[in-house]
């Protein structure tokens, strides 16, 4: 540890050229099992792994969490074979062929393997070189990344593949672990500023799919607004400037060191962020040290740097009176809204209330209204609780996509799913790729097949339709 801290403290303030934000219009899709690992998007793979399909996800080997503790011996080689042949250079090439600008890429806190209590957590390691790897590929092709903390410290929502352990003792919502997680964002935030191969991640999301309940996510306003302090706390310490955030900022001849040291003790955080940076320098040093082996460079000054976008779910996702995640803005801030209609609870199983519904969204208003603008749609797809005929599908992709780009843009779930026996015919409503191979989704993605498909649908000031 001595020579991490060492090592650190010789490394000036230097960083990466100036980042661009998100793209102006966000046309996008999520890289999901990847790095996070759902099984039931490659139900093939899975079980030639080791794993298990059960009803219920909690009592079998169904999550990382359950493959990690049953294999301990072989997961890390198992999930290398994974995530290398998952996601990888040809996947790239596909994304960029069909017109794709931004990625969402789900990370575990595990990713972190610092964070990890290995005595009662159990998941493979060597995710954040894979990481790395994909982050220079997607550099090269000029694509846009949104990192998404997807499955978090102490698992954040009951019996989900998604949050890497699939449990109804729901944990996150505890100073213990909100702290493991604003050490993740910590530490990101720094590996996005610091490392060559993060210059084009544009933004952090903090959480994935939280409870929808507010009153069962006790302290999570607070954690919102640590959140973003713990980002512009991190960005304070590399000189990076948000205008918006009332501190002076820092001599540009500081080291690493000094500078979390000094933004640990500026009063315009709070304690807890402030003990956030303190806990985190020893895992930054060690990461930094292995760029550094890595052959990873660092130029230009901080104050030309851009801030991180910090990004939440919608305030609209919870209710029972949830915190507004825009009280916590400081600096360039977005919100996401996920939407799928094949889980019930949005509009009527049937074509035209489908359509219906989705032509008349009024989401991106309702948001905007609370301050939670600028929305996108970082996850939807084509599935429904219905047969859907191919008429239906090319009319459902354009209808979505209509309503969606309203707002800031959209990003579909999933890229792929896996096409095999075992997955039947998954991939035609949950691939992007696939969706545009069969044509329900254009290979512009800013085109629609019928632009007009929302005129029949949508309703008049005096309650009828077009």
Same mark, same amino acid.
């Given at each position: 540890?001595?020579?991490?801290?060492?090592?650190?403290?010789?490394?000036?303030?230097?960083?990466?050229?100036?980042?661009?934000?998100?793209?102006?219009?966000?046309?996008?899709? =999520?890289?999901?099992?990847?790095?996070?690992?759902?099984?039931?998007?490659?139900?093939?793979?899975?079980?030639?792994?080791?794993?298990?399909?059960?009803?219920?996800?909690?009592?079998?080997?169904?999550?990382?969490?359950?493959?990690?503790?049953?294999?301990?011996?072989?997961?890390?080689?198992?999930?290398?074979?994974?995530?290398?042949?998952?996601?990888?250079?040809? @996947?790239?090439?596909?994304?960029?062929?069909?017109?794709?600008?931004?990625?969402?890429?789900?990370?575990?806190?595990?990713?972190?393997?610092?964070?990890?209590?290995?005595?009662?957590?159990?998941?493979?390691?060597?995710?954040?070189?894979?990481?790395?790897?994909?982050?220079?590929?997607?550099?090269?092709?000029?694509?846009?990344?949104?990192?998404?903390?997807?499955?978090?410290?102490?698992?954040?929502?009951?019996?989900?593949?998604?949050?890497?352990?699939?449990?109804?003792?729901?944990?996150?919502?505890?100073?213990?672990?909100?702290?493991?997680?604003?050490?993740?964002?910590?530490?990101?935030?720094?590996?996005?500023?610091?490392?060559?191969?993060?210059?084009?991640?544009?933004?952090?999301?903090?959480?994935?799919?939280?409870?929808?309940?507010?009153?069962?996510?006790?302290?999570?306003?607070?954690?919102?607004?640590?959140?973003?302090?713990?980002?512009?706390?991190?960005?304070?310490?590399?000189?990076?400037?948000?205008?918006?955030?009332?501190?002076?900022?820092?001599?540009?001849?500081?080291?690493?060191?000094?500078?979390?040291?000094?933004?640990?003790?500026?009063?315009?955080?709070?304690?807890?962020?402030?003990?956030?940076?303190?806990?985190?320098?020893?895992?930054?040093?060690?990461?930094?040290?292995?760029?550094?082996?890595?052959?990873?460079?660092?130029?230009?000054?901080?104050?030309?740097?851009?801030?991180?976008?910090?990004?939440?779910?919608?305030?609209?996702?919870?209710?029972?009176?949830?915190?507004?995640?825009?009280?916590?803005?400081?600096?360039?801030?977005?919100?996401?809204?996920?939407?799928?209609?094949?889980?019930?609870?949005?509009?009527?199983?049937?074509? &035209?209330?489908?359509?219906?519904?989705?032509? &008349?969204? &009024?989401?991106?208003?309702?948001?905007?209204?609370?301050? =939670?603008?600028?929305?996108?749609?970082?996850?939807?797809?084509?599935?429904?609780?219905?047969?859907?005929?191919?008429?239906?599908?090319?009319?459902?992709? @354009?209808?979505?996509?209509?309503?969606?780009?309203?707002?800031?843009?959209?990003?579909?779930?999933?890229?792929?799913?896996?096409?095999?026996?075992?997955?039947?015919?998954?991939?035609?409503?949950?691939?992007?790729?696939?969706?545009?191979?069969?044509?329900?989704?254009?290979? @512009?993605?800013?085109?629609?097949?019928?632009?007009?498909?929302? @005129?029949?649908?949508?309703?008049?000031? =005096?309650?009828?339709?077009?």
């Amino acid at each position: 540890m001595h020579s991490f801290l060492l090592y650190i403290a010789t490394v000036s303030l230097t960083l990466l050229g100036v980042r661009a934000g998100l793209p102006d219009k966000i046309y996008g899709v =999520n890289l999901g099992s990847w790095l996070v690992l759902e099984a039931w998007m490659l139900p093939a793979e899975w079980a030639a792994m080791g794993g298990q399909t059960c009803n219920d996800c909690s009592t079998c080997i169904a999550s990382e969490f359950a493959f990690a503790k049953a294999f301990p011996t072989t997961v890390d080689a198992k999930f290398k074979q994974h995530w290398s042949t998952w996601f990888n250079q040809a @996947d790239v090439d596909a994304l960029v062929n069909v017109g794709i600008n931004t990625v969402r890429i789900p990370l575990g806190y595990w990713l972190v393997e610092d964070l990890v209590d290995r005595t009662t957590e159990f998941y493979p390691r060597g995710g954040l070189d894979q990481l790395r790897r994909g982050l220079k590929q997607l550099k090269a092709a000029g694509i846009k990344v949104i990192l998404d903390h997807h499955a978090l410290p102490g698992v954040q929502t009951a019996g989900q593949m998604f949050t890497g352990r699939c449990t109804n003792d729901v944990q996150f919502y505890t100073p213990y672990n909100y702290h493991r997680a604003l050490m993740w964002t910590a530490v990101m935030t720094t590996m996005s500023h610091l490392d060559p191969d993060f210059s084009t991640v544009a933004a952090i999301e903090a959480v994935n799919e939280p409870i929808m309940d507010a009153t069962q996510t006790p302290g999570y306003g607070d954690f919102q607004k640590n959140f973003v302090q713990t980002v512009r706390a991190t960005e304070f310490a590399l000189g990076i400037v948000t205008p918006e955030l009332k501190a002076t900022p820092l001599p540009a001849s500081l080291n690493m060191t000094e500078g979390f040291n000094k933004a640990a003790s500026t009063p315009e955080f709070s304690t807890e962020v402030q003990s956030v940076l303190r806990d985190s320098i020893p895992i930054v040093a060690r990461l930094l040290l292995s760029i550094a082996i890595d052959g990873g460079a660092r130029s230009s000054s901080g104050a030309n740097r851009e801030p991180l976008i910090t990004n939440f779910m919608d305030i609209n996702w919870q209710h029972n009176s949830p915190s507004n995640p825009a009280d916590a803005k400081i600096g360039p801030q977005g919100y996401d809204n996920h939407l799928y209609y094949s889980f019930g609870g949005v509009a009527d199983a049937n074509e &035209n209330a489908y359509l219906t519904s989705v032509c &008349n969204l &009024n989401r991106i208003e309702a948001d905007a209204e609370l301050n =939670n603008s600028p929305l996108w749609f970082g996850e939807w797809g084509l599935p429904t609780q219905f047969a859907a005929s191919e008429d239906f599908l090319h009319k459902w992709a @354009d209808a979505q996509k209509f309503s969606y780009s309203k707002g800031a843009g959209w990003l579909f779930w999933n890229f792929k799913v896996e096409i095999s026996d075992a997955a039947g015919d998954l991939a035609r409503q949950w691939s992007y790729l696939e969706g545009v191979k069969r044509g329900y989704l254009n290979k @512009d993605p800013a085109k629609l097949n019928d632009p007009h498909v929302c @005129d029949p649908y949508i309703i008049a000031n =005096n309650g009828t339709k077009a």
